[in-house]
């Protein structure tokens, strides 16, 4: 008490002396006058500390926290208030019955979507998976001409279809139908790639071809008077063509065998994995599919099981007319891991059926393949399957199986590389982002502005939608991208420089080689004890 008392009576002479005597004693009116502003202010300050302090003491009060020596009440204030994520935008799709076919809408993309976003305090997008690096070589052709107006006219000989995008507006111009629905599916995927990317996918101007055998052959361009290959677009391509390869059709669904869209499809893959585990699996090689459409696949059948001889291998085939008949109850291909090994063979050149194989867990039988489309560039043999000899099948498969049988860890580990790929960097995320860059980087080459062509017709996702039918109508919808993602493109890799991409060609050859010679010397034991 004494100590506010001697405190209190300093405030009182501090006053008395610094402002009121001379107040009292000021000569001239502008003085006082001065002098008494002064005291408001400081009587005012006084006031504003005083019931500060009041205001303090009672909310401590009514929070529950009565106690009477708490002096200091501190206020802790954010540097800035938080941002609101952006909301989700969707574009609906437009069927109106008066509408279905004829136009598409005039405002169909939200061209400043991206503007903000790419403003957000985001991470920056992860790096795109390894096989992208490939996008580089595929273009490598035109990299020093660029790309002219006559070189994609050239591509026209064989494509099905011309596809031109102009201010982030689709334009197709129709050459002839493609097998079942691959242009129908293709285009599809190209327009929810819009849809997913609004206002970024740049002008330009390609030739397709939806036909499985690339054509364009390296060897009628090289030499030093040859002329740019031309541009053409497919599924698939070999180390003879040039062919600039793309994601397939099954991706968004393949109507005519009821196979479904790839993200839905992928998620029942990983379930379908878990209904057995790889030790109590069929501890055979399994195969299913078409095979007169390949005479590498009617020798195949050499290998199924017979009274006479066993080649640790169960193979079936696929009757296509028969499921479409019964309802498909016999191709679910969820279902159809359950055993250690499946083979991979080729058709009458490659075949979607790869992805499919790779992602069951099982340890993929990877006969020597002839093709390559944009992703399998990047397996490596012994690390996401096993190389099987295309001149000797059976004896192939043979020792494969006993090889996994006798190495169960090994094998394991290989299968689950594949399906760890297969649903890690061939998501439908990445898929969207492969076809992003491709197209980007071929656009950058272009030596002309596109314009539409006079015969093209514009399309959008209403154009194919609406007028559908059936398994068509319901795969659009479940593969359709319902708006503009608020995720960036992954940051395209590097191209290979000519030491790394020879050195990652001869390590395949050579764990090929390795495993040709276990294969060798097994075949020779086999030999010596019979």
Same mark, same amino acid.
């Given at each position: 008490?004494?100590?506010? +008392?001697?405190?209190?009576?300093?405030?009182?002479?501090?006053?008395?002396?610094?402002?009121?005597?001379?107040?009292?004693?000021?000569?001239?009116?502008?003085?006082?006058?001065?002098?008494?502003?002064?005291?408001?202010?400081?009587? !005012?300050?006084?006031?504003? !500390?005083?019931? +500060?302090?009041?205001?303090?003491?009672?909310?401590?009060?009514?929070?529950?926290?009565?106690?009477?020596? =708490?002096?200091?009440?501190? *206020?802790?204030?954010?540097?800035?208030?938080?941002?609101?994520?952006?909301?989700?935008?969707?574009?609906?799709?437009?069927?109106?019955?008066?509408?279905?076919?004829?136009?598409?809408?005039?405002?169909?993309?939200?061209?400043?979507?991206? *503007?903000?976003?790419?403003?957000?305090?985001?991470?920056?997008?992860?790096?795109?998976?390894?096989?992208?690096?490939?996008?580089?070589?595929?273009?490598?052709?035109?990299?020093?001409?660029?790309?002219?107006?006559?070189?994609?006219?050239?591509?026209?000989?064989?494509?099905?279809?011309?596809?031109?995008?102009?201010?982030?507006?689709?334009?197709?111009?129709?050459?002839?139908?493609?097998?079942?629905?691959?242009?129908?599916?293709?285009?599809?995927?190209?327009?929810?790639?819009?849809?997913?990317?609004?206002?970024?996918?740049?002008?330009?101007?390609?030739?397709?071809?939806?036909?499985?055998?690339?054509?364009?052959?390296?060897?009628?361009?090289?030499?030093?008077?040859?002329?740019?290959?031309?541009?053409? !677009?497919?599924?698939?391509?070999?180390?003879? =063509?040039?062919?600039?390869? @793309?994601?397939?059709?099954?991706?968004?669904?393949?109507?005519?065998?009821?196979?479904?869209?790839?993200?839905?499809?992928?998620?029942?893959?990983?379930?379908?994995?878990?209904?057995?585990?790889?030790?109590?699996?069929?501890?055979?090689?399994?195969?299913?599919?078409?095979?007169?459409?390949?005479? +590498?696949?009617?020798?195949?059948?050499?290998?199924?099981?017979?009274?006479?001889?066993?080649?640790?291998?169960?193979?079936? #085939?696929?009757?296509?007319?028969?499921? +479409?008949?019964?309802?498909?109850?016999?191709?679910?291909?969820?279902?159809?891991?359950?055993?250690?090994?499946?083979?991979?063979?080729? $058709?009458?050149?490659?075949?979607?059926?790869?992805?499919?194989?790779?992602?069951?867990?099982?340890?993929?039988?990877?006969?020597k393949p002839h093709y390559y489309d944009f992703f399998t560039r990047s397996l490596m043999?012994?690390? *996401?399957?096993?190389?099987?000899?295309?001149?000797?099948?059976?004896?192939?498969?043979?020792?494969?199986?006993?090889?996994?049988?006798?190495?169960?860890?090994?094998?394991?580990?290989?299968?689950?590389?594949?399906?760890? @790929?297969?649903?890690?960097?061939?998501?439908?995320?990445?898929v969207y982002d492969y076809m992003f860059h491709l197209l980007s980087e071929y656009a950058?080459?272009?030596?002309?502005?596109?314009?539409?062509?006079?015969?093209?017709?514009?399309?959008?996702?209403? #154009?194919?939608?609406?007028?559908?039918?059936?398994?068509?109508?319901? !795969?659009?919808?479940?593969?359709?991208?319902? $708006?503009?993602?608020?995720?960036?493109?992954?940051?395209?890799?590097?191209?290979?420089?000519?030491?790394?991409?020879?050195?990652?060609?001869?390590?395949?050859?050579?764990?090929?080689?390795?495993?040709?010679?276990?294969?060798?010397?097994?075949?020779?034991?086999?030999? #010596? *004890?019979?």
């Amino acid at each position: 008490m004494q100590r506010y +008392t001697w405190h209190e009576a300093g405030i009182y002479r501090h006053i008395r002396e610094t402002i009121c005597l001379p107040f009292l004693t000021a000569k001239r009116s502008s003085q006082r006058s001065s002098l008494l502003l002064l005291f408001f202010l400081l009587l !005012f300050f006084s006031g504003a !500390f005083v019931a +500060t302090r009041l205001l303090d003491s009672t909310l401590t009060s009514i929070a529950g926290n009565p106690t009477p020596n =708490t002096i200091l009440t501190t *206020h802790v204030y954010p540097s800035e208030i938080p941002k609101k994520p952006l909301p989700k935008i969707q574009i609906p799709l437009n069927c109106t019955s008066g509408n279905l076919t004829r136009t598409c809408p005039a405002n169909y993309y939200p061209k400043d979507f991206f *503007h903000s976003q790419d403003d957000r305090d985001c991470p920056p997008p992860a790096t795109c998976p390894d096989y992208f690096r490939w996008i580089h070589e595929d273009l490598r052709p035109w990299k020093k001409t660029g790309i002219t107006r006559d070189m994609v006219q050239r591509a026209r000989k064989t494509a099905n279809f011309r596809l031109v995008i102009v201010n982030g507006r689709a334009y197709m111009e129709r050459y002839g139908r493609a097998f079942q629905t691959r242009d129908v599916f293709t285009v599809w995927g190209i327009l929810q790639l819009l849809r997913r990317y609004p206002g970024k996918i740049p002008d330009l101007d390609l030739m397709f071809d939806c036909v499985d055998w690339p054509v364009v052959k390296a060897v009628d361009y090289s030499g030093p008077n040859a002329t740019a290959p031309p541009p053409l !677009f497919r599924y698939c391509g070999d180390d003879a =063509t040039l062919d600039i390869v @793309f994601p397939d059709w099954s991706f968004w669904g393949w109507a005519e065998i009821n196979i479904k869209p790839w993200e839905g499809l992928l998620e029942e893959l990983k379930e379908g994995n878990k209904r057995k585990r790889w030790m109590d699996r069929e501890a055979y090689a399994y195969w299913k599919g078409n095979p007169m459409v390949a005479a +590498t696949r009617v020798d195949l059948l050499k290998c199924n099981v017979s009274d006479k001889q066993d080649w640790g291998a169960r193979l079936y #085939k696929q009757d296509w007319i028969k499921e +479409t008949r019964e309802g498909y109850k016999q191709s679910d291909l969820a279902s159809q891991c359950m055993h250690r090994y499946k083979i991979y063979i080729e $058709g009458s050149a490659w075949s979607v059926s790869e992805k499919y194989i790779l992602a069951c867990n099982s340890l993929t039988l990877l006969v020597k393949p002839h093709y390559y489309d944009f992703f399998t560039r990047s397996l490596m043999p012994v690390h *996401h399957y096993w190389p099987i000899r295309e001149d000797d099948k059976c004896r192939s498969i043979k020792f494969a199986v006993e090889w996994g049988n006798s190495h169960k860890q090994k094998a394991q580990e290989i299968g689950k590389a594949a399906s760890d @790929f297969i649903q890690e960097d061939l998501k439908m995320d990445y898929v969207y982002d492969y076809m992003f860059h491709l197209l980007s980087e071929y656009a950058k080459l272009m030596r002309y502005k596109p314009t539409i062509p006079k015969r093209a017709i514009e399309i959008c996702s209403e #154009k194919l939608a609406c007028p559908a039918i059936g398994s068509q109508k319901k !795969f659009m919808m479940e593969s359709m991208v319902k $708006g503009p993602t608020d995720v960036r493109p992954c940051n395209m890799p590097p191209p290979y420089d000519a030491l790394a991409l020879h050195t990652l060609l001869k390590r395949k050859a050579n764990s090929i080689s390795q495993v040709e010679l276990w294969e060798k010397r097994y075949w020779e034991n086999q030999t #010596k *004890h019979n």
